[in-house]
């Protein structure tokens, strides 16, 4: 059996959310598959792209493995440790899920299970590659014990896993993740919009150097009593007026002034604004979507807001690009 997920891009509000000020959030056509199959013995096997060990784990050893992240993710909220310390591993994500999603649903196993991953959402690009797979896979667990499914367990169960790689998780990816579509959200409450019709493309301008978290504890740092929210707000506020009436002129008006905060806030690496100055000289708009980097040259996904794909600019950067659409659909079983 197999469950899907899409990933997601923020179209208005990055980093503002977390001091909840609006976001607006899309679900696209890139999205994680987790497939699950039993088999013979008592080990939860994993089968995860670019992970050297594709080991059998124990329950005992899973369960053991989450107490030992649980008390890592206690010492980070006291400051002990970065976050990039809690989970050792890429994979861990995935262990703690799994087992966190069993012992919450109260199930028991009748024989072991493969867990395989497969997922088209860039990694490590703020595009909620992480809710993605982590949705995708407890949503097959879920259908494989044969749980009702209630969407806020599963939204739940997702967000303790984020917070294990990234912290404190404002609940956007998880959110979007799930329910598919466009929605504003803000403090944990999301209100469902249309999919915009403007056309869109996505620039990938190589992974970050920083991480989410660590682009969110650096901007924390620095602006966490900062007047730049409510700049931030009043940019997302008028971008959903705009949205709700396929105003494309003041859409990108509007796209303009995201980015020009995001710069400020520091998330935006020079080469980048170099890249999406060009954008806007060409008659586009564009922004860095997601968490952009405090480190380095590459941004992550830049979102391009334009009638035609700017190939010939992305030659010259060196960058890929590509058409992004909405997904009206969200986490399912297929």
């Not at 949503?139 to 749980?147: E, P, S």
């Not at 604004?273 to 952009?292: D, H, L, P, R, T």
Request: charged share 25%.
């Amino acid at each position: 059996m197999k469950a899907v997920a899409p990933g997601k891009i923020i179209l208005s509000g990055e980093h503002a959310v977390v001091y909840g000020k609006p976001a607006i959030a899309m679900a696209i056509d890139r999205s994680a598959v987790f497939e699950l199959t039993p088999q013979t013995g008592d080990k939860i096997s994993f089968d995860l792209p670019g992970d050297t060990d594709n080991g059998s784990h124990t329950l005992l050893a899973l369960r053991d493995f989450k107490r030992r992240a649980e008390r890592k993710y206690r010492e980070f909220l006291n400051g002990e440790i970065g976050i990039g310390y809690v989970l050792a591993a890429p994979a861990d994500l995935f262990r703690f899920a799994f087992i966190h999603t069993l012992d919450g649903l109260h199930r028991k196993l009748d024989s072991g299970l493969v867990l395989k991953l497969r997922s088209s959402i860039p990694v490590g690009c703020g595009m909620g590659s992480s809710a993605a797979t982590v949705l995708s896979e407890i949503r097959a667990i879920g259908h494989y014990l044969r749980t009702d499914f209630k969407p806020d367990w599963y939204y739940e169960y997702s967000l303790e896993a984020e917070k294990m790689q990234h912290g404190k998780p404002s609940g956007v990816d998880s959110y979007i993740s799930l329910y598919g579509g466009c929605a504003r959200f803000q403090q944990g409450e999301a209100v469902s919009i249309s999919l915009p019709r403007m056309k869109m493309f996505m620039v990938q301008t190589g992974i970050p150097e920083s991480t989410t978290g660590e682009c969110v504890m650096e901007v924390e740092r620095r602006f966490r009593n900062s007047e730049i929210w409510s700049e931030f707000e009043s940019v997302t506020n008028a971008f959903e007026e705009a949205l709700r009436h396929n105003d494309e002129q003041k859409l990108h008006w509007l796209v303009r002034e995201n980015n020009r905060l995001l710069a400020t806030i520091g998330v935006v690496p020079q080469r980048v604004q170099c890249f999406i100055a060009e954008i806007e000289a060409w008659g586009g708009s564009a922004k860095v979507c997601g968490a952009g980097s405090v480190s380095g040259d590459q941004g992550g996904i830049v979102l391009v807001f334009g009638d035609v794909a700017p190939v010939v600019l992305c030659q010259k950067y060196g960058y890929t690009v590509s058409p992004v659409r909405g997904d009206p659909l969200g986490t399912r079983m297929v």
